[in-house]
Each structure stands twice: as C-alpha cells, then as structure tokens.
C-alpha cells in the first residue's frame, strides 16, 4: 500500500490543513512555529511503530476549540488518509469479491476514540452476482439468489433455507470460509489491516548518548520508565544490532566475548556513516563496557558503564560522542535507529523525519538527502519537515509542500494549512524554496563541469561570436566542454571560486590586462585558487601589447568598424580608421575618449551594445581585420582548450 493523500483535522495547531499529495517523497516547507511537527505527528499515529505514541489524546484537540468540542459529545476524526493499493493487493481482493468490485483508492480515517475506519468503494451488488455467478449452482438453485444487494444478503438468504441442496450447502460454506458471514468489507478491511505500513517517526531529541548505566537503564526498564533516558530507545537499537540486551551485557564476564560482540558492529556502522558522512574522513567508531569510575559523576560512578567513543585517524585520538558536533550525533544515531526499525519491522515502513539533520553543516545536509534518495526511497516512502534550504533538492521541487499558520480575511484563526504546490504568498514559507533553485540555477545554468570565467557579459559574446565564426569555417572554436561565466571581473574571481571551487569545478580564467589589475592577475596566478597556467589575458594574444581588454583581440580595425556600425557614427563624429598616434594603446580607452567630445545629442557609449551588435549580424559583418581577429581568438581557444584531458 501507497500513501498517496493526507488531512490531518482538529490536531494541535491544525484545525483542517486540507487534503494534500504525497508520493514517494514528500517535503513539508515551513518556517518555525508553523504546524510541520503536527501534521508528521498526526500521520504517524494512523499506525505507529511505537505504541505508545499511536493514541489521539484529548489534550492534542485545538486549544481554541477544545470546551466547545468537550461539550458537543461528540468524535471528531483527526487523520484521514488515501491509499493506493499494490497490484498483488487488487489481485487478492479480486479473488475475494471478485474483478472490478473495488471501484475507488481505498481510504482510512482515525478519531479521538482511536477507532480506525476504512472507507472501501465496492460495488456491493456486483460482488453478490459473481458470487452468484461462479458458485457452481443450477440455473434453478442460481434463480433463488438473484438481485440481492449484497454478499451478506447472498449468505443470509442460503443460512434461511429450510433445506439446502449440496451445492448450495458447498457454497454457504466457501463464503463463510473466505468473508464470515458474508461480511465481504469486514474481511477486506482484515487483509488491509495486515498490509497496512507502520509509520516510524524520528526526530533530533533521539539521539544516541555518548555513555550509559547500565543498572540505571535496566532499573528504568523494570519500572517502565525508559522514556525518561534520553537517548535509551537508540542505545536498545544499539545493543539490538550487536544481538544483544542490556540484561545480557551485564552478565559478560570475559572480555573475548564482548569484544568479539563489539568490534563486529563497530565495522558495520563506520561502514555505513562514512560512506555518507563526508565532512571527515579520519573517523572511526569505537565502543567499550567497562565497570564505572568511583570519582564520575551519578549514575555512571557505579555498575558498568557503555560508551561510545569516535576515533579521529589523523590525530590518533578519541573522544566521547557527545562531545562530537550535534550534526554527527543527529546522523550516527538515526542511522544506528533505523537499522533496528528495519530489522524489527522489516520493510512495510514509512518513515516520518522531523527537520532532519537541522543541526548539519549544509555540505552535511546535501550529504543527508543522498542518503535519503538512496538508501530510503528505493524501498521506503519519506516524508520529512524542513526550513533549510540544503534539505530541498530543486531537482524534486514537486514534491514539496509549503505549510503555513493562516489568518482569515478578518484575522480569523484558521489554522496550519498545506498546499499541495510550491507556491505561497508567504515570502518567509517560500525562502527556502527560493534559495535552493536560486543556488541550483546558479550552478547549472551559469557553471559548468569545465567554466571559462570572463569579467563581463560583452566578454562571453564576442567569444560566442569567434568560436561559431570559426566552427562555420571549419577551424576550431572553443571546445562545447566549455561553460562561459561572466563574474564581474577580476576581483570576484576568488569569491566565486570560495562559492563553487569545492563542486569538483575546472575553471580558467580570461582576463583584460591594465595598469589596476597587473597585480591582481599575479597574485591570482601565485594563489592557489587556480591551476597552474589556468589564469589568460588578453594582451597574450595582441602581438606584445602590455595592456589589452578582449576587445583589442578582436584588434583595433575590427572593433573600430563595429563601434562606428552600432552607434550609426558617421562624418566627423564617426572613429578613424587609421589609428592616430596620440590615443591610448586599450582601443577601449580610445573609443571613450572619442564618445566624451561627441555632442550632447550623440548616443552614450556602452561596452555591451557593440557585443550585442556583433551577435545579432555575425555574417554580415566584414570589416576590416576580421581574419586577423579570428586568427588571434583560435589561438586563444587552442591554449585554452588544451587545458581539458583528452
């Protein structure tokens, strides 16, 4: 069975958060305080792992209508839920009342009584003919069971017969055997109890301490108080995977055994942590039983005491768990909870997590949804809270869930509302989302595996327009492994490379070459943000300039022509052709100075516009220097692309 719908009623801070979607994963969106932990809570307790936590109690009614529901007598319905059945399910519920019977997803609800109902669309009638039909009767024993309404009706019509025929008899028989009494949805809703997934529910607050009496743990476990140890569910499912119990370790007397018992499990988890937990490689697991230190503090100053110590490879040391980041201890002990779950319940699971990994790192949080997406989603369905961006990933926007505490148009209370799509009017709801497409856009669309960065947006047309020019020629461009990236110029080269350096990113860099930047270019190809011989600019490729911008590859004749063909200069305000010998060497530099002396009425000069221009008419431009302009720019692809392996 599939969970495919949800509404969760009368909960806490929901007071109706209307039906929403859920496929195999499914993200609830929402600042704090908003109603995320209700709703995980409530559909948890349509089936809990944990008995404990699978009742309504009348203190979870909505405090601003509780006296009035205490007075109505009545019982409200908490959780209603839609499920779609697996294909060997319809195959046996088609056995039972036979094909096309069940006409609708089957749905189940539960109330404050803690009675859960199944809604089941069946075609009642249908099921008494087929019945009827396949029962081996005679045509005159089949007459006397026509149009009844119901197998039950089918069943209470044979028990009354005075006398029955054999056949007739055989037939009372094998439908009392397959639904007693004829009561076919009784016997539907038996099997879908049986099929029904348990829902298991983690949160931060269950995590695995670093140390644990053992007398104080089997002193709450006789008493039934284990709920009052934090950290004792997680530190069972510890001992569980070690097929062990706390009663049993208190029994070990000889140190082979029990570390033959430990070293075992140790390996297994450090096996699985560090195969998605990737902020420290140096890590290892290590557990001990020892007896207790007099001087410790209570409870650990007496009986034996369990901990568990993490190992850093690189520094040859160890050091309690619960001296380790929140972020490591949340990750440990979900996956060591999770193992038990599974091993105990097997894999008809559905597993609530509430804010998952809030206290990660973001590079840790990415860690967590690839665990998510592949060790829990080929077999499980997941449905989890967050406020983080890290935690959405804007490959699965749809299957997120924006949840907000909504107002009335008269600030009416209405309550934790889900939507069943991405959009809100909430900007505070929709950050989340936005910033993990934002940063997923600026990744994709902009960066790629290979990234060329130049400073400015006129930069990647021109070299667009040389590389395609060149292609159509049958000379060689740019290699399409390439990505061009405009990043504002040379100064932002290292915040870029601290925002995307760490994605496994090869980047090279072109850049213009003046007076104000010949110290930053060599301090950026002495830095280590870069690759050797990574770092271009642009007066390499201008025949001995000492000073060049993009714009001089293209060479002064070219761009002169071009200049005078995008602004439409002509006469006395169009640019010279023939170089005269008192401009600056940076064509750039000329051709501002000549825009500073043109009348007020003459167009400003804009570095993208001729770029622009140059894209927008690529064949029908041929001015003079063109060749020498795409002789220099495959020389420039030729070294650049020299930098990708072959």
Known sequence: ????????????????????????????????????TALLEAIEKINSVVPSREGFQITDYPRINLSDYEASGRVDVAIETVWDLEPEEVDHIDRLAGPGVLTTPVQLSKDYANRRSWKLGLDLAKAAQLVVATSGLEETERSALADLASPVEVFEKLQAMETRSPRQQAMLDELNASCPAGDLEASIETYLDGRLPALVY???????PGRMSIDQLLTAKASGTLDQIQGSRVFLSLLSMVNTTPEQLNQITTSEQLISKLEGVQSRITRILFKYWTQNKYLKVRFSLGSASPGDPPPFNTGKVFQTRIENTRHDATINLSDRSTGFIWFFSFLVWFSEVQKEHGQNLIVLLDEPGLSLHAKAQQDLLRYINEELLPKYQVIYTTHSPFMIDSGSLLACRTVEDVLGPN???LGTKVGDNVLSTDR???????????????????????????????????????????????????DRRWTITPCGGITKVSSFMSLFGGSGLDV?????????????????????????GHVFTADMYCNGFSEADTEDVLGRDFYIELVNATYELKGSQALQVDRPPTV?????????????????????????????HLIANPGDLTFRGRGAALDRFEKLFADINDLLAP
């Open 202 to 208: 983690y949160t931060l607050y269950d995590s695995l």
């Open 1 to 36: 069975m599939r969970l495919i719908k949800a509404r969760v009623e009368n909960y806490k801070s929901v007071l109706d958060a209307e039906c929403f979607s859920v496929g195999n994963l499914t993200c609830l969106v929402g600042k704090n305080e908003s109603g995320k």
């Open 411 to 413: 600030d009416e209370v």
């Open 508 to 532: 090279a860099v072109l850049t213009d070459h003046a007076s104000g930047d010949k110290r930053k270019v060599r301090e950026l190809r002495e830095s280590d943000l870069l690759k050797q």
């Open 428 to 478: 505070d709801t929709l950050f989340p989302l936005q910033a993990a497409l934002g940063y997923d856009i600026t990744q994709t669309m902009f960066v790629g595996k290979h990234c060329l960065l130049v400073e400015g947006p006129s930069d990647l047309l021109y070299l667009q327009w040389a590389s395609s020019e060149l292609t159509r020629l049958g000379r060689k461009g740019l």
């Open 584 to 612: 600056p060497m940076r064509v750039v530099e000329e051709v501002e100075d000549h825009f500073k002396v043109l009348p007020a009425d003459a167009p400003e000069f804009d570095h993208y516009a001729p770029a622009a």
